[in-house]
């Protein structure tokens, strides 16, 4: 099932703009700075500034205390129609009590979050005190309401085993998570193909069980363009083409973006671009 | 004057001492030419009652635990040693031995056995193997039996070549079909004694008297039977039992009368599992 | 939605295949003594790709003649190490023309380009490295202190793995100090050709491996040549019984190779997606052309519905077509004769009163296909459960409790392969333990590896091949 596949040419170009539209652009640092927000914002609006043609990204995703600032600017730049995604409930760690936690959420909704990557509590799943990871989830599922959709990062690199990433999928499914999502990126191994293929079959199988769509959001480690078609064509193979849209897979990344549009350059003007023609964030 | 009580020779199926279901027989003489038994004639009918016993206890022998097999091989030894008396006088009668000869047959025979049952819980861990594969896989080869194996004795040493023929294939968790060497039969029968008053289950070893030309080409084409040891049979049958064992493909094999793990090895199978190392 | 998948052919501009093929023997490409030319064409489009020679008697006379003298006067003598340099040698040369035998075999066989790339060449390379280890390890491989070759080798393989049958024949041959006269199958008998060059390029001495091409009829001199001290042969179980027949009255040691009906085990609490993975790869690994294949799959009764749901489902994702394009997940049947026996016994399936499905897929109309297939219905006693098809072809049939399907895994002449899935680990041996199969894969299918040994039980097959067993085979000494 991981086995390569070639795609047309046509489509190449329609996966690459497709990626791009799949994009959650993120920063996620400690050094985060209004500049370096609004800087990836006007990206996530015009990824490339030369090109009109290029769609804009699924969504930004940053710190709560900069939702504010990405939304200010994003309505004030064209870019309204962008969702702004918050990592709320002590990401990456978690580590904090539910009340923490649901006022982090309502924080970030607050400020204008309109999607949110919350932690599950590894340490609970990991002890086997599953109902303390399903009722965190339930807790944020009902603050966010009809207000912001809710990810849910299972943090696949803690987790570890194949087993352990499917049993917290459905745990997450059932708990009402929009979407399941791998990795905070700050921990390795992230996005590995092998997760995401059982993430995958999680969500199919669960759509098969209740006939609901759940969204699946590799994040961590996909850097080119060639990471991202193998991500598509493993959506494509598995879920099946139903999920190939932003309103039901999402890449988390930030350098993949750069790499994605110097590809979409070479498509169209048959040489091959350089670090200097793309911006840097 | 007392009159002695003389023995009748018969089959060795299943557990039990049948005649041959042929009601057949043959004189057999000592090596002065004198009378000396009766033994049973085996008919091919015989054999596929030997076969299908033979079957039954294969699948228990083989599923019987390597160091159990080791102790009740060893027991066999044991009892062998209590009726050496027994063998002795028979090989004198047969082969026309001194004494001391058939002794000292009867001792390296004993001995033989005792080397053969050590081999059971040994010849896994030296033949088989853990492969070091590329992939992230566990790896491993282990010797398993074939199943039920044809042994024709033969030779001069009446019991010598018979352990040399059965104790190896017992070792290797193989039940027996023996063909007595049809000149020196009566070391084959006591040696059925033997085996029925030890801790050797009914059919792991089953023993027809008779004649080899007779019942060669029935036990080399019988689809039941996985190997055969020839090494008792005359060239000519040998190969013309090779031609017949083809139709199942038999492992058949002949020896020279080797002392070495290469007989039971010639009737085992190397089985080699797989299995991804993962977590 | 435009999202598809695009033809993305390998380049044959790599290779270079002569129109015409002459004998390899004594380290010269020398013409035939009276032989015919045949036609090779490639399965996917039927093409004629080149023409190649059968073999005759005095062909095959001059191979072992030149294997003899080459055993004699230089392979024997030579040093266990230095015969090692010649296998190192000969393992790199095929890794660095890696892509040129794998788009060659592809062509030929019609399998798969990212088979022969990934599977085939990279296998076969690693064959030789393996064995040129043991080279000047001998007295370790485990049939006594001084272990001598058997002579002139006599080697004939099957058309499913062209070059990779090679490399398990010719390298632990040449590694145990044999000589060679090889036969490859009359319709892929281009990489053994090309092997002939790679054989050249490592200057191996000639006469070494010498390579006679031919049909059934060429084999069947090789066998029966006095000259020839060992036969090893992959195949039919029927034509290696004929050979088993011919070698009686000789002192010719003999290895054999032969079919299968493999029985792939699933238990009710096996991983289910894994599962899936594992049976198209046992059964749709190669076009199912694979003696250990995966084709009768045995199934718990209570998940057979899911299971098959599943199957159906992934088996709808197999692409079929030009072997050559990287997509391409079955290639083509390797030959006319073969696609009129697969069609032939699953016909022979459906009139016995088994069902059969197949994803919808558009064969090409030129070349041998064969679409991804399962029948499910099958008894016991059908043909589809009893004989190779050597197809894509997968007989579905249920069992109740772990005893009945060892019962009826076991229930065949054959013993070359099996497999198993299930979460639990002492069940996986209980069940490794009992089934009477040479190699058995537990929650995985169709692995190699030239340190594994391989062969089957019963009728499929005398030794094995592979690891330190199959060294041995190659040997001959006291244990």
Redesign the interface.
């Known amino acids: 099932m991981l086995s390569t596949r070639s795609i047309k040419t046509a489509s190449k170009l329609w996966a690459i703009d497709t990626a791009i539209s799949m994009i959650d652009l993120t920063t996620l640092e400690g050094a985060d700075t209004p500049g370096k927000v609004i800087s990836i914002c006007a990206k996530a609006i015009r990824p490339d500034p030369t090109n009109l043609e290029v769609p804009h990204v699924g969504a930004v995703c940053v710190y709560n205390d900069m939702v504010k600032v990405a939304r200010q600017f994003l309505d004030s730049s064209g870019g309204e129609q962008i969702p702004v995604a918050a990592v709320s409930t002590a990401f990456p760690s978690g580590r904090a009590s539910i009340e923490v936690k649901q006022r982090d959420t309502e924080d970030a909704i607050a400020n204008g979050a309109t999607e949110i990557d919350m932690v599950i509590d590894r340490g609970a799943f990991l002890s086997g005190n599953l109902s303390k990871v399903l009722t965190e989830i339930v807790c944020i599922k009902e603050i966010c309401g009809d207000r912001a959709h809710l990810k849910v990062i299972l943090e696949t690199g803690e987790l570890v085993t194949y087993d352990n990433v499917r049993k917290a999928s459905f745990l997450a499914m059932a708990a009402g998570a929009d979407f399941i999502k791998t990795s905070t990126g700050k921990v390795q191994p992230a996005a590995t193909p092998a997760v995401v293929l059982v993430m995958l079959e999680a969500v199919r199988d669960y759509y098969q069980l209740t006939g609901k769509k759940i969204g699946v959001k590799p994040a961590g480690g996909i850097r080119t363009t060639k990471d991202a078609i193998k991500q598509l064509v493993l959506v494509n193979e598995t879920a099946g083409p139903e999920w190939l849209n932003p309103e039901l897979f999402r890449i988390g990344a930030s350098a993949l973006l750069n790499d994605l549009l110097m590809q979409r350059m070479k498509m169209k003007s048959g040489q091959y671009s350089g670090r200097n023609y793309v911006s840097l964030d | 004057m007392r009159i002695d009580v003389k023995k009748t020779y018969k089959l060795f199926i299943g557990g039990e001492f049948p005649r041959s279901e042929s009601g057949r027989s043959y004189e057999v003489y000592d090596a002065k030419g004198n009378f000396l038994a009766n033994p049973a004639l085996a008919s091919r009918k015989d054999l596929r009652d030997a076969v299908v016993s033979s079957r039954g206890a294969a699948e228990k022998w083989e599923k019987t635990s390597a160091f159990n097999r080791s102790q009740i091989l060893y027991r066999v030894a044991e009892v062998m040693q209590g009726r050496a008396e027994q063998f002795v006088s028979e090989i004198i009668a047969q082969e026309g031995l001194t004494k001391s000869q058939a002794k000292k047959q009867v001792e390296k025979a004993i001995d033989l056995w005792v080397w053969y049952s050590g081999w059971c819980d040994k010849i896994a861990t030296i033949y088989g193997a853990t492969n070091p594969v590329s992939g992230s896989f566990y790896n491993f080869t282990i010797p398993e039996p074939l199943g039920v194996v044809g042994v024709f004795a033969g030779g001069k040493d009446s019991l010598l070549d018979l352990v040399h023929g059965i104790a190896p294939v017992l070792a290797g968790g193989n039940v027996a079909i023996t063909l007595a060497n049809q000149n020196f039969p009566l070391s084959a029968i006591t040696l059925s004694e033997v085996f029925a008053t030890s801790d050797l289950p009914a059919g792991v070893v089953n023993v027809l008297t008779g004649k080899h030309s007779e019942l060669a080409s029935w036990v080399a084409s019988h689809m039941d039977i996985d190997g055969i040891d020839g090494s008792g049979l005359d060239s000519q049958v040998y190969e013309s039992v090779r031609l017949a064992g083809t139709d199942n493909l038999k492992r058949i094999k002949k020896f020279s009368s080797t002392q070495s793990p290469e007989r039971i090895l010639a009737f085992m199978e190397s089985k080699t599992v797989w299995h991804p190392i993962g977590i | 939605?435009?999202?598809?998948?695009?033809?993305?052919p390998e380049s044959i501009a790599i290779v270079d295949i002569k129109p015409e093929y002459n004998l390899f023997i004594g380290g010269k490409f020398v013409p035939s003594k009276g032989g015919k030319r045949f036609e090779s064409i490639n399965p996917a489009n039927e093409e004629v790709l080149s023409h190649i020679t059968q073999g005759t008697s005095a062909d095959v006379d001059r191979a072992v003649k030149a294997a003899t003298e080459a055993y004699k006067k230089i392979w024997s003598k030579m040093s266990g190490a230095e015969r090692g340099k010649y296998l190192f040698r000969i393992a790199r040369i095929l890794q660095e023309r890696a892509r040129e035998f794998a788009v060659l075999e592809s062509m030929d066989n019609g399998k798969p380009i990212?088979e022969t790339r990934d599977t085939d060449i990279p296998l076969a390379a690693?064959h030789f490295f393996y064995h040129a280890g043991w080279a000047d390890k001998l007295e370790y491989a485990?049939v006594g202190e001084k272990p001598k070759p058997h002579g002139v080798v006599g080697q004939i393989i099957p058309w499913n793995f062209p070059l990779l049958m090679l490399a398990w024949k010719v390298a632990p041959a040449l590694a145990t100090g044999n000589t060679v006269v090889l036969k490859p199958a009359e319709t892929t008998s281009l990489t053994a050709l090309l092997f002939a060059e790679v054989c050249q390029q490592a200057e191996l001495p000639s006469g070494v491996v010498n390579i006679v091409t031919g049909d059934g009829k060429t084999g069947e001199l090789i066998v029966n040549h006095p000259g020839v001290n060992k036969i090893a042969f992959t195949g039919s179980?029927e034509v290696?019984?004929l050979i088993?027949?011919s070698v009686?009255?000789t002192k010719k040691a003999l290895t054999?190779e032969?079919g299968g009906k493999g029985a792939n085990i699933i238990f009710e609490d096996a991983p289910i997606?894994e599962t899936v993975?594992g049976v198209i790869n046992g059964i749709y690994f190669n076009q199912g052309h694979v003696c250990c294949a995966g084709s009768r799959l045995l199934v718990q009764e209570n998940i057979k519905e899911e299971l098959l749901e599943k199957l159906k489902r992934?088996m709808s994702?197999i692409r079929v077509g030009d072997p050559l394009d990287?997509?391409t997940?079955l290639g083509a049947i390797n030959s006319r004769a073969q696609l009129t026996k697969i069609r032939e016994l699953a016909d022979s399936g459906e009139a016995e009163g088994a069902q059969r499905w197949s994803p919808e897929c558009s064969l090409p109309n030129k070349g041998f296909w064969f679409p991804p297939t399962f029948f499910t219905s099958v008894s016991q006693a059908h043909r589809i459960a009893r004989e190779e098809i050597f197809g894509p072809v997968l007989s579905v049939i249920t069992f109740r409790t772990p005893s009945e399907a060892i019962e009826k895994a076991n229930n065949t002449?054959y013993?070359l392969s099996a497999g198993i899935w299930t979460d639990k680990g002492s069940r996986?041996l209980w069940t490794?333990q009992r089934?009477k199969?040479?190699?058995?894969?537990?929650?995985?299918f169709n692995?190699f590896?030239p340190?594994?040994?391989?062969?089957g039980?019963?009728?499929s097959?005398?030794g094995?091949e592979g690891?330190?067993?199959g060294l041995a085979a190659y040997l001959r000494g006291?244990?």
């Open positions: 939605m435009n999202f598809e998948y695009s033809p993305a990212r690693a485990g179980t290696g019984k088993a027949r009686v009255g054999l032969l997606d993975e992934r994702m990287k997509n997940d002449p013993g996986i490794a089934l199969a040479g190699v058995v894969w537990a929650n995985t692995k590896d340190a594994s040994p391989f062969g039980y019963k009728e097959g005398w094995r690891g330190r067993h006291e244990h």
